[in-house]
């Protein structure tokens, strides 16, 4: 007989953390109150975000620009030939702790090739992209080339002579400038993009020359009026500037607002074509490509016949070819106004100063980087006020010693010890140990009176030198003047012709109505009490039989309208779902028709009240609410901008509904109670509120437990004696219903 196998249960292993070894709160939940988890973990990753990645300080650039460009700066590329990008990004992983994508992307971004910028900060070999493409992939840092463009000299002018703080790296193995001691207003040259926690920045670029002209004229004077050096904005991809001065001042002035670009374009008149060779900064070829084929499938364009990116090493086009006898001018007027080809550049001058994020206009952003470039020249000039003085020094003790060179001389032969010749020429010279240093250090071929001479004579100069630089140092006046001289040079040095064209007085054409193309004919409309609806036309409906309906389902009412009537179906979840007619197929009175909340896409349990149609849309609805209150509200409130389909809060859910009416004009109306009362009132004492969830107000006062049963026009009402249930005044009781006046009557509107 065989042994019966029994099966082991494996325990599992845990990891053996040693004797004695124990884990506190091992396993349980720690409560913690939301203000301390909010202090302790996410606000200072918000401020990490704002102040160390996303927004732009005073020189113009995000940390990590800051880091691959000086990367860049140490590894001698200002002047050098080009290195593999590879290299670049290995080398900046030393300041910067992202991975290589990340610094990649950044070069990228920098680089000539990808036209970015109005001045690329990296001179570029290879694919490097393209900013106006969405598509267009940039090649892998082992195949490109890079090295500093020559305008990175003005970057790093002086970066040696403590114009700015040199910081620790992030494992403090070695120093990084805190900011580049640019010498132009780069943070306005330069665009800058950047999304923070809760704030963001949005900075375009603005022509170099035109930039440094109004600095230059800001700080001779302060009222200067900035447009007149500075009309607006220039990008890297050219385009055209829909010039609005309002909205610029606006913009200066706050430092909020948008620019409207065009697509500047061509049209060639032998092959029938319009060629786009710049497009708005804010887009992307791909884009327009997009939209324009929706347009075309929509029916909405039809004077295309083809439109193709043929985009090369010539720069950018987008060829439109047009079908036989099309106007360009109209065709492109209407391409602006529905495709991207004109589109807006929204603008938010968010940058930190001193560590604090500010948005500031124009003026207050040159201001503050006059400030800030006044201080870095003041460093440069104290920095070498101090090794000219130095140097003074030391020349000081050269011309002792030109006095008596053979007692120099004979004092260091004789002295027996080396450590006693600088304590010795001390003595014997009457100067101090950093002299006598630099004494005994000379080379014995240059202890000679002309070699002495030839250096003590720079003396005088380095004093008047001093002075110069002392007395700029207490003078504001001289220091602006270092900065407009340096703004000159960089001006004139690397200046260039605008490229976004300005546009005055540009009247943009009326927008044309669109042609509805949707035919129109007479239909009736049939409405159940289910929520089906059939449209039927008028030659069908005199051919048709009794209307068919679902079992248990009966007629609501019909309407006479067209078949491009719009229509509003409200529903018991508080929604108004906007239609037309034209959106449903012809039907016959043999078929149940279109289920409405199906076809409309209604919630889940959602069925409908009301079906309206508005006409013209110059009545209004009534809705009136079990608690006896009736809401007046003009149709106009649920017209809508956009092509929006459903419309949340259409009506109070403050009490039930019970009945839904449209009406053209003010009429009379009565209202049953569920105690047997009944009442006539006009709606012309009611005011309209043109807020769609308004409460209404108390039309008929209801005993206790009694509730508003129906509201009828008094056409349909049946009710004989009016006179007896018109009340004078609202609210009101009402008077008992009567049994001849509980007759109802069917009526058929018309739209």
């Given at each position: 007989?065989?042994?019966?196998?029994?099966?082991?249960?494996?325990?599992?292993?845990?990891?053996?953390?040693?004797d004695?070894v124990?884990?506190?709160?091992?396993?349980?939940?720690?409560?913690?109150?939301?203000?301390?988890?909010?202090?302790?973990?996410?606000?200072?990753?918000?401020?990490?975000?704002?102040?160390?990645?996303?927004?732009?300080?005073?020189?113009?650039?995000?940390p990590s620009?800051?880091?691959?460009?000086?990367?860049?700066?140490?590894?001698?590329?200002?002047?050098?030939?080009?290195?593999?990008?590879?290299n670049?990004?290995?080398?900046?992983?030393r300041?910067?702790?992202?991975?290589?994508?990340?610094?990649?992307?950044t070069?990228?971004?920098?680089?000539?090739?990808?036209?970015?910028?109005?001045?690329?900060?990296?001179?570029?070999?290879?694919?490097f992209?393209?900013v106006y493409?969405?598509?267009?992939?940039?090649?892998?840092?082992?195949?490109?080339?890079?090295?500093?463009?020559?305008?990175?000299?003005?970057?790093?002018?002086d970066?040696?002579?403590d114009?700015?703080?040199m910081?620790?790296?992030?494992?403090?193995?070695?120093?990084?400038?805190?900011?580049?001691?640019?010498t132009?207003p780069?943070?306005?040259?330069?665009?800058?993009?950047?999304?923070?926690?809760?704030?963001?920045?949005n900075?375009?670029?603005?022509?170099?020359?035109?930039v440094?002209?109004t600095?230059?004229?800001?700080?001779?004077?302060?009222?200067?009026?900035?447009?007149?050096?500075?009309?607006?904005p220039?990008?890297?991809?050219?385009?055209?500037?829909?010039?609005?001065?309002?909205?610029?001042r606006?913009?200066?002035?706050?430092?909020?607002?948008?620019?409207?670009?065009?697509?500047?374009w061509?049209y060639?008149k032998?092959?029938?074509?319009?060629e786009?060779?710049?497009?708005?900064y804010?887009?992307?070829?791909?884009v327009?490509?997009?939209?324009?084929?929706?347009?075309?499938?929509a029916?909405?364009?039809?004077?295309?016949?083809?439109m193709?990116?043929?985009?090369?090493?010539?720069?950018?086009?987008?060829?439109?070819?047009?079908?036989?006898?099309?106007?360009?001018?109209?065709?492109?007027?209407?391409?602006?106004?529905?495709?991207?080809?004109?589109?807006?550049?929204a603008?938010?001058?968010?940058?930190?100063?001193?560590?604090?994020?500010?948005?500031?206009?124009?003026?207050?952003?040159?201001?503050?980087?006059t400030?800030?470039?006044?201080?870095?020249?003041?460093?440069r000039?104290?920095?070498?006020?101090?090794?000219?003085?130095?140097?003074?020094?030391?020349?000081?003790?050269?011309?002792?010693?030109?006095?008596?060179?053979?007692?120099?001389?004979?004092?260091?032969?004789?002295?027996?010890?080396?450590?006693e010749?600088?304590?010795?020429?001390?003595?014997?010279?009457?100067?101090?140990?950093i002299?006598?240093?630099?004494?005994?250090?000379?080379?014995?071929?240059?202890?000679?009176?002309?070699?002495?001479l030839?250096?003590?004579?720079?003396?005088?100069?380095?004093?008047?030198?001093?002075?110069?630089?002392?007395?700029?140092?207490?003078s504001?006046?001289?220091?602006?003047?270092?900065?407009?001289?340096?703004?000159q040079?960089?001006?004139?040095?690397?200046?260039?012709?605008?490229k976004?064209?300005?546009?005055?007085?540009?009247?943009?054409?009326?927008?044309e109505?669109?042609?509805?193309?949707?035919?129109?004919y007479?239909?009736?409309?049939?409405v159940?009490?289910?929520?089906?609806?059939?449209?039927?036309?008028?030659?069908?409906?005199?051919?048709?039989?009794?209307?068919?309906?679902?079992?248990?389902?009966s007629?609501?009412?019909?309407?006479?309208?067209?078949?491009?009537?719009?229509m509003?179906?409200?529903?018991?979840?508080?929604?108004?779902?906007?239609?037309?007619?034209?959106?449903?197929?012809?039907?016959?009175?043999?078929?149940l028709?279109?289920?409405?909340?199906q076809k409309?896409?209604?919630?889940a349990?959602?069925?409908?009240?009301?079906?309206?149609?508005?006409?013209?849309?110059?009545?209004?609805?009534?809705?009136?609410?079990?608690?006896?209150?009736?809401a007046?509200?003009?149709?106009?409130?649920?017209?809508?901008?956009t092509?929006?389909?459903?419309?949340?809060?259409?009506?109070?859910?403050?009490?039930?509904?019970?009945?839904?009416?449209?009406?053209?004009?003010?009429?009379?109306?009565?209202?049953?109670?569920?105690d047997?009362?009944?009442?006539?009132?006009?709606?012309?004492?009611?005011?309209p509120?043109?807020t769609?969830?308004?409460?209404?107000?108390?039309?008929?006062?209801?005993?206790?437990?009694?509730?508003?049963?129906?509201?009828l026009?008094?056409?349909?009402?049946?009710?004989?004696?009016?006179?007896?249930?018109?009340?004078k005044?609202?609210?009101?009781?009402?008077?008992l219903?009567?049994?001849?006046?509980?007759?109802?009557?069917q009526?058929?509107?018309e739209?």
């Open positions: 007989m065989a042994k019966k196998q029994s099966k082991k249960t494996l325990k599992p292993v845990r990891p053996q953390l040693g004695g124990e884990i506190l709160n091992a396993g349980s939940v720690l409560e913690d109150p939301i203000t301390r988890t909010l202090e302790t973990n996410y606000m200072p990753y918000a401020m990490s975000v704002i102040v160390s990645r996303a927004i732009p300080e005073i020189d113009g650039f995000k620009h800051r880091k691959l460009l000086y990367t860049m700066y140490k590894m001698g590329l200002l002047t050098g030939g080009r290195t593999k990008s590879a670049i990004v290995g080398q900046t992983m300041l910067n702790p992202h991975g290589d994508a990340a610094i990649y992307e070069m990228v971004r920098l680089a000539r090739g990808n036209e970015t910028l109005l001045h690329p900060f990296v001179d570029s070999k290879g694919n992209g393209k493409s969405r598509d267009m992939a940039y090649a892998a840092s082992r195949y490109t080339e890079a090295k500093l463009d020559p305008i990175c000299a003005e970057l790093f002018r970066i040696d002579s114009t700015v703080d910081v620790d790296n992030y494992d403090a193995t070695m120093k990084e400038p805190s900011l580049l001691p640019t132009f780069n943070v306005l040259v330069s665009a800058n993009q950047g999304i923070a926690v809760g704030m963001a920045s900075i375009c670029s603005f022509n170099l020359k035109e440094c002209d600095t230059i004229a800001l700080m001779k004077n302060p009222d200067h009026d900035i447009l007149e050096t500075l009309p607006g220039d990008f890297s991809t050219g385009a055209e500037l829909l010039y609005d001065e309002a909205a610029t606006e913009i200066y002035s706050t430092g909020r607002g948008s620019f409207r670009l065009r697509a500047k061509r060639v032998e092959g029938s074509l319009i786009i060779t710049e497009i708005p804010s887009t992307a070829t791909e327009i490509m997009d939209k324009v084929a929706e347009l075309i499938k029916g909405k364009i039809r004077e295309i016949a083809d193709r990116d043929e985009t090369d090493l010539g720069g950018l086009k987008l060829t439109i070819d047009l079908k036989r006898g099309v106007d360009p001018d109209k065709l492109m007027q209407k391409l602006f106004r529905m495709t991207p080809l004109q589109d807006s550049f603008c938010n001058f968010n940058i930190l100063i001193a560590g604090m994020p500010r948005v500031m206009g124009i003026g207050e952003i040159l201001s503050e980087w400030a800030w470039r006044m201080d870095c020249v003041k460093r000039l104290y920095f070498q006020v101090q090794k000219k003085r130095e140097r003074l020094h030391l020349l000081k003790g050269l011309e002792r010693i030109l006095m008596d060179i053979d007692k120099a001389i004979a004092i260091i032969r004789e002295t027996e010890l080396d450590s010749v600088v304590p010795n020429l001390m003595i014997g010279f009457g100067i101090d140990e002299q006598a240093n630099f004494v005994a250090e000379i080379k014995l071929r240059n202890i000679n009176k002309e070699y002495i030839k250096q003590t004579k720079a003396t005088s100069q380095l004093e008047q030198e001093i002075a110069e630089m002392e007395e700029t140092l207490g504001p006046r001289k220091l602006k003047n270092v900065i407009i001289k340096e703004l040079q960089v001006s004139e040095k690397y200046g260039q012709p605008r976004t064209e300005i546009l005055y007085n540009v009247e943009e054409a009326e927008p109505k669109e042609e509805d193309e949707t035919p129109d007479p239909v009736t409309a049939f159940s009490n289910g929520g089906y609806l059939k449209k039927i036309t008028a030659q069908s409906l005199r051919m048709s039989g009794e209307q068919k309906f679902k079992e248990g389902d007629l609501a009412y019909s309407v006479e309208t067209t078949n491009r009537a719009e509003l179906v409200f529903t018991d979840k508080f929604q108004c779902y906007k239609s037309r007619l034209s959106d449903f197929e012809d039907s016959k009175a043999s078929l028709g279109d289920y409405l909340p409309l896409g209604m919630d349990g959602e069925n409908v009240l009301q079906v309206i149609f508005p006409g013209d849309g110059r009545g209004f609805v009534l809705f009136f609410f079990e608690n006896g209150k009736v007046k509200v003009p149709l106009s409130a649920y017209e809508t901008k092509n929006r389909k459903k419309l949340t809060g259409a009506f109070s859910d403050k009490s039930p509904v019970v009945k839904i009416l449209s009406l053209g004009a003010d009429a009379q109306i009565a209202m049953y109670s569920s047997g009362r009944a009442m006539i009132f006009s709606t012309a004492d009611l005011l509120k043109t769609r969830n308004t409460i209404g107000v108390a039309v008929m006062s209801l005993k206790k437990k009694a509730v508003l049963q129906n509201a026009s008094l056409e349909q009402s049946g009710i004989e004696n009016q006179a007896r249930y018109r009340m005044t609202i609210p009101a009781a009402g008077a219903l009567r049994e001849e006046d509980t007759r109802e009557k009526a058929t509107f739209v």
